[in-house]
């Protein structure tokens, strides 16, 4: 076997599994392969692929130039543009990670604040009670039991900022992780390597600290110490700890350790807990059951457990969207679908901020890299950073290409925009300068537009912090969580969404007081919003802070700011108590306390309010340029993180065509049908789709037929269908397929079949295998 | 009929071991109609009519019949209740075998002493099944009860009988007719159709669903063997298939072409701390090679054939710590080694400033348990790795904390190219699960005598077995019948008895060995004894023996 086989290529080997390339080396070494690689296969297909391999090679060169970044638009971009676009994707993601990593551990701080003060706290009690109490015959070592969440993903950056806060209030902190734990030898050697390192009695060379200790802990001198725990104590009394600090120790996958291994530990740890103050910490990721389920009784009547909970990624990923979307620290915004990708993974699958930043940066990615338009991002400069950053537009530090400006003019936003133009004064000529003029598209258009986004933008925002305010004013079984508030936003205009209607409903049920409490903190969110441009909104006809304010006055005045604005006498006159209102307000019927005047003026009111929040909540779908601001690749996100490898597989073998798009497997099945018309008949496409035909891969012709089997299949009975397959086609194509030729391909099918997974072999039946898949 | 006497329980004992699966059955019938509660006073066999020689499934089931429809005749209410959802099949049982009731209401009951004390929901389970080795029955006398009904029993004595039943497997005969001696034996279709009455009454009616599902085999195959199909080596498979043509090469290159220009696409994902997977189907190892080359070019690659059977993944780790990095101690387990790697990629104070890792097959089978080791090393920012799948269900070796430190962006890399080199280390065909002859004693050479030995004891185990089997059952022999296997204990006490092997562990080490080498197979039967036997037949292993010497 061995010494018939001859290894492809210069990765490949019958005795070497690892192969190194180093910078230096690569020069030569492929080059010598290649050659190598053509002569031994002889195959047509590699040569041709080492032609235009060499082709290639002038495109790949230097693969790290420009950090991976080509020119768009078939390479005409200029490379400004493209340099300008690796420039703003770092200047806009650098920070934006910052802050998601600040808000991260804003949100985390509460719990770790929690924990550590109760590690603060952990032995003082049992000292104080020394008078006058018998001693127990047994110690107890304090123990926190953290709940961490089901996104494990993200524990090791919260138990990170729970360590460093414990070593910043003088703890001496290991940190442990299952991977590390396999035995109690390799678990209590992570844990002294750790501790040694925190009171620095470590003789070692080097600032081994924290985590790095376990990772260099493979040094000579550690291996010389015999870990054990008195060792731990030792050290202790050894350096001079103050009376305050503890020894903690943090298991931070509870769930993850071997139960022995934890219940050794805790009772070798109760052992020395009243020489060393020990206070254990188990992080966990299920539920507290699963102390019960893995220790024994023993073990846990040695714990003094008190119970945390940090799970927090509902309320981080809230504070996350407030800052990123509705903010807009970020200059990319979501659409509605991509946005509902990003959320659904998060929500339905493991609440896992990390994926969510991954997602999130993913796109980020995406936009700066692939969309030649993403240059218009430098327009945007945010100023201030984070919640009260102001955005102002600037110029293009470019000259946009003639391709880019065309790009931009194509988009239909675009078109619209300037249609609404053509309607004001001067209209058509500037829009036919816009047009045809690129300069003046570029100075005077483009701007426009941009200020107009940004005052939608800012508008929005005004709205979700009213929303947020009159939310606030509501029973708290109305509210909704900031994410789900800003997916209505996005997706749903303000008279069609349910949860709106809800709270105008609500409001419009509103008495006197408060409504005037609702009116005073909209206010405020307006005046805490600080100068915002209202372009968006007086565009659509309404001016914000003048209704706030003809609102406010009625309130608190009724009589007279009615009387002021003149209303026919018929509007006054007319009953507010009528049969229709008395649907919407049965509360009325009861409440005579309000005059007509009041329920005209709160009426008014919620009408005012109502007609705010319907232009500041409008959906992105209006601003200009919104088809490059919103990110709407949903289907690129979804392919790269919830890839689906097997449909992918089943795919390429049972419809291949969707891969290889060749015209020898089609043209039988258009002559079925001359008729078929590519997708208008489906039910014809199925049928093509299924016929097998000898110009098919030949795993795929396996595949197709191992469809139609049972749970066990014959080789022998699987091998005559190839075989005919395989044949029928021969008369066209070739003279006559040898017989072994098609068990030697037959065989081959067979076996890459068991390698993807389709088969197994069995020994129920001679020569028979067993299929494993069953979806189609 | 009536002076069968001790004659007849030898016969009947003969004909049980013959047929170990019908007393099963026999059995878990009566069982369970003991359980339905039917008043059965059990004397003793004073006015025995019948023998337990002509012990048959028809017999049993016209017994019971025939005790279904006295219950019906005297009490109709009380038959029916107890029966429930399962009346169905019992009244479809009556009318079939109502041609053997014999009017009377007398029926026999044989206790087989030999399996006493078994559990009844095990007699069931067994017999349900119809099937299954050895029988304790072999032993068997019978005592002969009669059981007449009385429609004046009260609750009481269903449940002392319950009892009974527990405590004494019951047979039951029917003496009904005299015709039955001559009768043949229950054939397959009498047993199907007793399993099912018996699931039938056993439970709910939708069990019989899944009983259904489970039992019929699914659309029968064939019994040909690729045998009919002249032999091909591999190394004639891998000389044909070099010759043949690959099909669609032009579009085949276009789509490499396609993925070609995402290499800088992907370089920039790997520069912004994302890990790639490919996935899709054809090997994307040369691809991927070629991706590596590409990235050499600004720092080392490290390339790792996942694929390889005998890949050691910590060589692999002291590989890159000894080339890459540069140290020259390389000791620990492979956590340690992998947290080195991570670790000296993290620190500032390093000469290297990043690492490529290319990982084909990261799903192989020598990889599959050092997962943990892989995330760690991908967990950092320093290290990218590529890797590729191509099982389909490869993601699930994955837990969510492994997902998120390989921080994987995956990429459809289909290139419908043949597998050749990932399953170069694969046997083509029919003896992919087995080696020849002459692979065996290669293996054999470089093992040393003691472990010879071993394998001697099961090749000599078999051999016997096999002379045994061939004495005994001669035609009976069907077609694809399984070898002859020795179960693992007792391979192990034999092996142990001359002082082969020590300890369970070395037994168990050297057994996989045998095993990886495909010189060895074993099973695990249903009851989840191991079985193990050498995949050649007896005169294969004496020429092996032979020439072992």
């Known amino acids: 076997m061995a010494e018939a086989y001859k290894p492809v290529d210069a990765f490949d080997s019958m005795t070497e599994s690892t192969f190194i390339l180093r910078p230096s080396s690569q020069q030569q070494q492929p080059q010598q392969d290649k050659p190598k690689t053509k002569s031994k296969r002889g195959r047509p297909t590699r040569v041709t692929a080492g032609k235009s391999n060499n082709d290639d090679d002038d495109n790949n060169e230097n693969i790290s130039a420009n950090g991976g970044y080509v020119q768009l638009i078939q390479a005409r971009e200029s490379a400004d543009s493209m340099q300008l676009r690796q420039r703003l994707f770092e200047d806009m993601w650098v920070p934006l990670e910052q802050l998601l990593v600040e808000i991260e551990q804003q949100v985390n701080n509460v719990g770790v604040t929690e924990v550590c003060s109760f590690i603060d706290s952990s032995y003082k009690r049992i000292e104080s009670r020394e008078e006058g109490q018998l001693e127990a015959p047994f110690a107890e070592i304090a123990a926190a039991v953290a709940f961490s969440g089901v996104n494990t993903g993200d524990h090791s950056k919260l138990f990170q900022s729970l360590q460093n806060q414990l070593v910043s209030r003088g703890h001496h902190v290991a940190l442990l992780e299952s991977q590390y734990c396999s035995s109690l030898p390799n678990m209590l050697k992570a844990l002294l390597d750790q501790v040694s390192a925190s009171l620095g009695v470590s003789d070692s060379t080097g600032p081994r600290g924290k985590s790095s200790s376990a990772v260099f802990g493979v040094g000579s001198s550690a291996k010389t110490i015999p870990y054990d725990m008195s060792l731990l104590k030792l050290w202790w009394d050894m350096s001079k700890t103050s009376k305050d600090s503890r020894a903690v120790i943090i298991l931070q996958d509870f769930e993850g350790f071997a139960p022995m291994i934890v219940d050794d530990f805790v009772r070798i740890a109760a052992r020395y807990c009243q020489e060393v103050p020990i206070v254990v910490v188990l992080g966990l990721a299920t539920s507290y059951e699963s102390i019960h389920q893995s220790l024994t009784k023993a073990s846990i009547s040695m714990l003094n457990v008190e119970r945390f909970n940090l799970q927090r990624s509902k309320q981080c990923i809230d504070a996350v969207i407030r800052s990123i979307f509705v903010e807009g620290a970020s200059t990319l915004l979501f659409g509605a679908e991509s946005y509902k990708s990003l959320i659904d993974q998060f929500l339905m699958y493991n609440f896992s901020i990390t994926g969510f930043v991954n997602k999130l940066k993913y796109a980020v990615m995406n936009f700066f890299y692939a969309q030649p338009l993403s240059v218009l991002a430098a327009m945007l400069k945010h100023s201030g950073g984070g919640a009260n950053g102001r955005t102002t537009v600037v110029e293009c530090p470019i000259r946009l290409s003639e391709d880019q400006v065309e790009l931009i003019r194509m988009q239909k936003s675009v078109q619209e925009f300037l249609e609404d133009k053509a309607d004001g004064p001067d209209g058509r000529k500037y829009v036919h300068h816009a047009l045809t003029d690129d300069e003046f598209f570029q100075n005077t258009a483009l701007p426009e537009m941009v200020q107009l986004l940004v005052s939608y933008r800012q508008c929005y925002r005004l709205g979700m912090e009213m929303i947020l305010a009159v939310q606030g004013a509501m029973p708290k079984s109305l509210h909704k969580p900031i994410h789900m508030l800003h997916y209505y936003g996005i997706s749903q205009l303000f008279d069609e969404c349910v949860h709106w209607k809800t709270l105008s409903a609500v409001m419009r049920r509103m008495k006197a007081p408060e409504m005037e409490q609702l009116l005073a903190n909209l206010c405020l969110v307006v005046e805490a919003a600080g100068s915002i441009d209202f372009a968006h909104a007086i565009q659509n006809g309404v001016d914000i802070p003048f209704l706030l304010q003809e609102a406010t006055d009625l309130i608190s005045d009724p009589e007279a700011a009615l009387t002021e604005q003149n209303e026919t006498s018929e509007a006054l006159s007319k009953r507010i108590r009528t049969r229709t209102d008395m649907e919407n307000r049965p509360f009325l019927l009861f409440d005579d306390s309000s005059s007509d005047q009041m329920l005209r003026a709160l009426d008014k009111c919620s009408g005012h309010i109502e007609a705010i929040l319907r232009v500041c909540l409008l959906p992105y779908q209006r601003a200009p340029l919104q088809e490059i601001f919103y990110y709407k690749q949903s289907l690129l996100l979804d392919t790269t993180f919830s890839a689906q490898p097997r449909a992918a597989v089943q795919a390429a073998l049972g419809k291949s065509h969707y891969y290889i798009n060749c015209d020898c497997c089609r043209s039988a099945a258009e002559d079925l049908d001359d008729s078929n018309d590519d997708d208008d008949d489906g039910e014809d496409n199925v049928d093509a789709e299924q016929r097998l035909m000898a110009s098919m891969n030949d795993t795929s012709i396996a595949y197709r037929l191992h469809q139609e089997c049972g749970r066990m299949i014959n080789l022998y009975d699987w091998y005559s269908a190839f075989a005919s397959v395989v044949e029928q086609g021969g008369g066209q194509a070739r003279k006559q397929v040898a017989q072994s030729e098609i068990q030697a391909r037959f065989m081959r099918a067979v076996e890459e079949m068991r390698f993807l997974g389709f088969i197994k072999s069995t020994q129920r039946k001679t020569d028979h295998v067993m299929r494993l898949t069953w979806a189609m | ?549």
């Open chain 2, 1 to 549: 009929m009536d002076d069968n006497g001790d004659n007849g329980d030898d016969i009947g004992s003969t004909r049980r071991r013959a047929h170990p699966s019908r007393s099963r059955v026999d059995m878990g019938l009566t069982l369970v109609v003991t359980k339905r509660g039917r008043k059965t006073l059990l004397t003793d066999a004073a006015h025995a009519t019948s023998t337990s020689a002509s012990a048959d499934i028809n017999e049993i089931i016209r017994l019971s019949a025939a005790v279904d429809l006295e219950d019906k005749e005297n009490n109709c209410e009380e038959a029916i209740g107890p029966v429930g959802a399962a009346g169905q099949s019992v009244y479809g049982f009556q009318k079939r075998s109502q041609r053997g009731r014999g009017g009377n209401s007398i029926s026999v009951s044989a206790n087989a002493r030999g399996t006493r004390g078994r559990g009844r929901g095990r007699g069931g389970a067994k017999g349900s099944r119809g099937r299954g080795a050895g029988s304790s029955a072999t032993k068997a006398r019978y005592r002969e009860r009669v059981t007449v009904e009385d429609i004046d029993e009260d609750e009481n004595d269903e449940d002392e009988d319950e009892d009974d039943g527990d405590d004494e497997d019951v047979n039951e005969d029917s003496v009904a007719d005299s015709q039955d001696d001559g009768e043949n034996i229950g054939d397959g279709d009498d047993i199907m159709e007793v399993e099912e009455d018996e699931f039938g009454r056993n439970g709910p009616a939708y069990e019989r669903y899944f009983q259904d599902l489970h039992t019929t085999k699914g659309s029968k195959t064939s019994n040909n063997t690729l045998s009919k199909l002249p032999p091909l080596s591999q190394a004639e498979c891998r000389t044909i298939l070099a010759k043949v043509r690959p099909k669609h090469e032009r579009e085949l290159e276009t789509l490499e072409q396609l993925h070609r220009r995402e290499f800088k696409q992907w370089y920039f994902e790997l520069t912004c701390g994302f890990n790639i997977i490919f996935y899709g189907y054809g090997s994307k190892r040369r691809i991927m090679n070629m991706l590596a080359t590409h990235l050499a070019t600004d720092a080392p690659a490290v390339i790792v054939n996942g694929y390889f059977p005998t890949l050691n993944f910590k060589q692999t780790l002291e590989k890159i710590i000894s080339e890459v990095i540069g140290f020259s101690d390389t000791t620990g387990t492979i956590a340690d080694l992998a947290s080195l790697i991570h670790g000296y990629f993290e620190s500032d104070s390093r000469e290297v400033d990043k690492m490529y890792i290319v990982v084909h097959n990261i799903d192989g089978p020598c990889l599959r348990k050092h997962q943990g080791a892989l995330a760690v090393l991908a967990d950092c920012k320093r290290i990218h790795m590529l890797a590729s799948i191509d099982h389909i269900e490869a993601p699930l070796i994955w837990d969510s904390s492994m997902i998120t430190r390989f921080n994987w962006a995956w990429h459809d890399l289909t290139t419908f190219e043949s597998y050749t080199v990932e399953m170069s280390y694969e046997n083509y065909g029919s003896e992919s699960t087995e080696i020849g002859p002459r692979g065996v004693l290669h293996v054999l050479a470089s093992l040393t005598e003691n472990v010879k030995s071993i394998f001697r004891i099961l090749a000599e185990y078999q051999i016997a077995e096999s002379v045994m089997d061939d004495a005994a059952s001669g035609a009976q022999k069907r077609p694809g019948a399984k070898a002859p296997e020795m179960p693992y204990n007792g391979y192990f006490a034999a092996c142990r008895d001359q002082f082969l092997v020590s300890s369970e562990m070395t037994f168990r080490s050297q057994l996989t060995e045998f095993r990886d080498h495909k010189v060895i197979q074993s099973r695990h039967a249903t009851d989840g004894t191991e079985f193990v036997h050498i995949p050649l037949d007896a005169a294969m292993l004496e020429t092996i023996l032979e020439s072992m010497d």
